[in-house]
């Protein structure tokens, strides 16, 4: 059976089957009544799109649909959509989609209000109290897969073309005014999405447990999070019209997005570069680089996996959930090494990727102290396919 509820954690969050039926009804609660509809060109030509623009007509709302998203969300994608939200006088975005029309649903509502550029909200001290809040638009966000959980979020990642480098903007009023979760909308996901982002979801939850920072309710969510996407992600990617369990990925992808307040680490750092470098699709870059940093981290987090081991029922601490990882992974189809996600991902890359990946903002969480000859030689290990 599927489960119905309302939450208010981090905001109010409408979860269940069949509620993108109360989609003119949350636009309204946000004080929309124009919205712009953000989406990627594959999901604007599924059935799901156009029921939730006819929801939406059917509210009375005079809603437009911008869909110049790529997989790997580009600076222009958002002044693009900029663009079109202030050309059609809107007020409000509905971000719908998976997690790359999500993040820039959010950053065209942000950066409609601003002046500077966007590169001038990176997600580093304080930099977000150079925005002007005022005039930030409401956003309700719609998730269409299960893995980023950037409806519940406060921040929206970009490449920067000029140099070639995803950045995370941040700022508070980014966080959806309100969220509909609903299951019946990942039915369509093809399989490699659904593991894809399953597997994000994972990384999310699980770099968050291992961080070392003190945030106990983060690491508890965490591990609620694991235990759902080892229960949930074989099944829904067998058998991709399982409701129930297609509810679960979708409330472990929330709870990865809440959990990492705690931080994230070396899997999302490497992810990142080979993602803005080479366009692989960012769950799966780091469902490759998961045992990699796995074993580059044992050191300092032994103990937890231990903990993490057992309560997910598995047997042997560390190196049990290691092969865990190891098992999932070769049940879904994950590639065991980089070669396996792009042809030109090349070895003699491993500088250049290091030198990305310990300036990247997530690299601060990993519990090992990242520096580059630690990227490279995780880098290097996963083009080898050494553990």
Not at 44 to 70: K, T, W
Not at 236 to 258: H, K, L, P, Q, T
Not at 348 to 362: I, L, N, R
């Amino acid at each position: 059976m599927s489960v119905r509820a309302n939450w208010s954690y981090p905001t109010a969050v409408r979860f269940g089957a069949g509620r993108l039926s109360e989609l003119g009804e949350a636009c309204r609660a946000a004080g929309m009544s124009r919205p712009l509809v953000v989406t990627d060109p594959v999901v604007a030509g599924l059935p799901i799109a156009e029921r939730a623009m006819a929801v939406l007509r059917e509210a009375g709302l005079a809603a437009e649909m911008f869909s110049d998203v790529a997989p790997n969300p580009v600076g222009a994608n958002v002044e693009a959509g900029v663009a079109a939200y202030r050309a059609g006088g809107h007020d409000g975005v509905v971000a719908f989609g998976g997690g790359s029309a999500l993040d820039v649903g959010k950053l065209i509502a942000f950066m409609q209000a601003q002046t500077r550029p966007i590169w001038d909200f990176e997600d580093i001290g304080d930099w977000w109290t150079r925005a002007t809040p005022d005039g930030i638009a409401p956003i309700v966000a719609v998730p269409t897969t299960a893995g980023t959980g950037s409806e519940v979020g406060r921040a929206g990642v970009v490449t920067n073309e000029a140099i070639r480098t995803k950045k995370v903007i941040f700022h508070p009023k980014m966080l959806p005014a309100v969220v509909i979760c609903d299951p019946e909308l990942t039915v369509g996901m093809p399989r490699v999405v659904t593991v894809g982002t399953g597997m994000d979801a994972l990384a999310h939850c699980l770099e968050a447990y291992c961080a070392p920072s003190y945030h106990p309710m983060s690491e508890g969510i965490a591990l609620e999070g694991m235990r759902l996407v080892k229960e949930a992600l074989p099944k829904v990617a067998a058998d991709g019209s399982d409701i129930a369990a297609r509810g679960d990925m979708m409330s472990a992808a929330a709870m990865g997005a809440v959990a990492f307040q705690k931080g994230l680490g070396a899997i999302h750092s490497l992810s990142h570069p080979v993602g803005a470098l080479h366009h692989t699709h960012h769950g799966m870059t780091n469902a490759v680089f998961m045992p990699y940093v796995l074993v580059h981290n044992r050191p300092a987090i032994e103990a937890k996996c231990r903990r993490l081991a057992a309560f997910l029922g598995l047997q042997g601490g560390f190196d049990g959930l290691l092969a865990w990882v190891l098992k999932l992974r070769e049940e879904l189809g994950v590639p065991h090494g980089l070669r396996g996600l792009s042809e030109a991902i090349d070895p003699a890359a491993a500088d250049e990727v290091a030198a990305m990946a310990v300036v990247d903002p997530t690299a601060g969480g990993n519990p090992v102290p990242l520096d580059e000859a630690g990227a490279k030689a995780i880098f290097l290990a996963a083009w080898d396919e050494r553990l």
